[in-house]
């Protein structure tokens, strides 16, 4: 969603450090088909139902229940199978809708890889979702199979993203920082991967390396009130108190009201005003 105030990149970045108790974020799972990228667009019966999925869970189950007891093809039964479980990801029903997904993906030909890959991310989204971290990479160890063929970038790019979730949610962090480093080659301009390379640098003790992913992060989508928060966390351990200042200012005028402001707030009472100029 777009902010109401355009930030220079400048109030965004400083130059390196974080606050030394914020702990390693990675943003929540995914949960909406619209998501994970689509290889084709949706046919109309599959977009008609995941559209009432997302407005009226209740009526989407009704709707897709009703589809899979008359599908007379492996494509319909997929369909349906995908809008049920969209619909549970509304009404937080996680692990049932995680097992659905992988259904639809088996009911999808594998000479359609990408879409094979997309429902088995989904699927892993909704295990991160239900707090279930192994099943979580279990299934996006599926999707990353499935577009080793010939997925698009963006599409492989956001299953490492969220193999990275999976793994930082299991404290592997040197093979998050691996899925992480793979993203960023698949999707090089994903703003997400590198927020999340620097997220991860920073709780390794990278602060070089840190600071040069966030300030691409910034370069990519400079008004992520996410990546405000990340410099600043950046440059406080790195010594630069001001730059973090402004960094988490920012965040407070970009998003006002928000939980990334309340955080932004939080932080700034934590380190205090900055020290008045001594008198000459």
């Given amino acids: 969603m777009p902010l109401a105030l355009l930030l220079p990149l400048i109030a965004q970045v400083g130059p390196g450090g974080a606050l030394p108790q914020a702990p390693l974020q990675i943003p929540k799972p995914r949960t909406e088909a619209a998501a994970m990228p689509h290889s084709e667009a949706q046919p109309d019966p599959l977009k008609q139902c995941l559209d009432l999925a997302m407005a009226r869970p209740a009526d989407g189950i ?27 990801t509304r009404i937080d029903g996680w692990g049932e809708a995680a097992a659905l997904f992988l259904s639809a993906r088996e009911d999808t030909p594998v000479t359609d890889a990408d879409e094979r890959a997309r429902l088995a991310a989904l699927a892993g989204n909704a295990d991160l979702a239900a707090g279930d971290a192994e099943a979580g990479l279990a299934a996006l ?50 703003h997400q991967a590198w927020l999340l390379s620097a997220t991860l640098s920073r709780r390794q003790g990278k602060l070089a390396e840190a600071q040069s992913q966030i300030e691409r992060a910034a370069q990519l989508f ?17 010594g630069h108190d001001d730059a973090a200042r402004k960094s988490w200012q ?16 939080g932080y700034l009472d934590q380190l205090g005003p900055a020290a008045a100029p001594s008198a000459k």
């Fill in 62 to 88: 009704e709707l897709a229940q009703g589809w899979l007891a008359q599908a007379k093809t492996m494509k319909d039964r997929a369909g349906a199978k995908q809008c049920h479980a969209l619909a549970l």
């Fill in 141 to 190: 160890d599926l999707a990353r199979a499935d577009a080793r063929g010939g997925a698009k970038g963006d599409l492989k790019g956001a299953i490492e993203i969220d193999r990275a979730r999976a793994l930082v949610a299991l404290g592997r962090l040197p093979e998050a920082e691996a899925a992480l480093s793979d993203a960023r080659e698949f999707a090089p301009d994903n």
């Fill in 222 to 238: 400079p008004v992520d009130p996410e990546i405000g928060l990340e410099a600043g966390v950046i440059a406080v351990l790195s």
């Fill in 250 to 265: 920012s965040v407070i005028v970009a998003a006002p009201g928000s939980d990334a402001a309340k955080t932004a707030q």
